[in-house]
């Protein structure tokens, strides 16, 4: 399984605080994902992100969340003012095409206070 | 609609035990499945997938089996170890054009020595 990092691999902020998770791809990984998992839940979709741009986004994935590849590097999820509801495991997952499987990092643990 | 479930939340079998771990799913248009293992405090480990043009796949120990007539999904793992302990997850890929996996709750797995 290729391997994906993930950084922080735990963050702690405070409520209305701006985070940012980051996680590295593979090289010939075009479709990233994020995901979150609240504490004993079970995984939920985010939003999927191909070619500099956002696929299909959740519910979820209001106007406070946002996506992006800086540097063309790192692949960047940015909470902008946390809610004490966003603390959950952040799993940023990619895959070598569209409807092809996804392979899910280690994960960043939120946890707002 | 979308949605994928598991009738058990835990199984418990003896080591050197074969084990059956089920989901349930209801949106008919669904036609990949995969499943996936998760440890504690670890993101989702890909173990195997199936296309609906398969009723079984096989892999190392493992074993996916796809009843569409039911919208059915079992995984069985063979000769269970103590590393085999975890959290499963089924997760379907909507066949909507959607850019995302659906998971399901989970079933943990607990092996007994």
């Known amino acids: 399984e290729p391997e994906v990092t993930q950084t922080p691999s735990h963050q702690v902020t405070q409520m209305g605080q701006e985070v940012i998770l980051r996680c590295v791809p593979i090289s010939n990984h075009l479709y990233f994902y994020w995901y979150r998992q609240i504490l004993g839940q079970k995984v939920e979709f985010l939003v999927s992100?191909?070619?500099?741009?956002?696929?299909?986004k959740s519910e979820i994935f209001d106007d406070q969340f946002s996506v992006e590849r800086p540097d063309g590097s790192n692949f960047t999820l940015k909470i902008r003012s946390t809610k004490l509801e966003d603390s959950a495991m952040y799993f940023c997952?990619?895959?070598?095409?569209?409807?092809?499987?996804?392979?899910f990092g280690p994960g960043t643990r939120l946890t707002v206070l | 609609g979308e949605s994928v479930g598991l009738h058990l939340p835990t199984l418990s079998v003896q080591e050197g035990d074969n084990s059956i771990i089920n989901c349930a799913y209801s949106?008919?248009?669904?036609?990949?499945f995969i499943w996936y293992k998760q440890e504690s405090g670890k993101g989702p480990q890909f173990i195997i997938d199936?296309?609906?043009?398969?009723d079984k796949r096989q892999g190392q120990r493992v074993t996916v089996l796809l009843n569409k007539t039911v919208k059915h999904l079992s995984l069985q793992i063979a000769a269970t170890q103590p590393g085999d302990s975890a959290v499963y997850f089924c997760a379907e890929w909507p066949a909507s054009g959607a850019q995302k996996l659906v998971f399901g709750q989970g079933t943990r797995l607990t092996i007994n020595p």
């Open positions: 949106n008919s248009a669904s036609d990949y």
């Open positions: 199936i296309r609906s043009n398969m």
């Open positions: 992100f191909y070619n500099n741009e956002i696929s299909e």
């Open positions: 997952a990619r895959s070598t095409g569209y409807y092809n499987e996804q392979f």
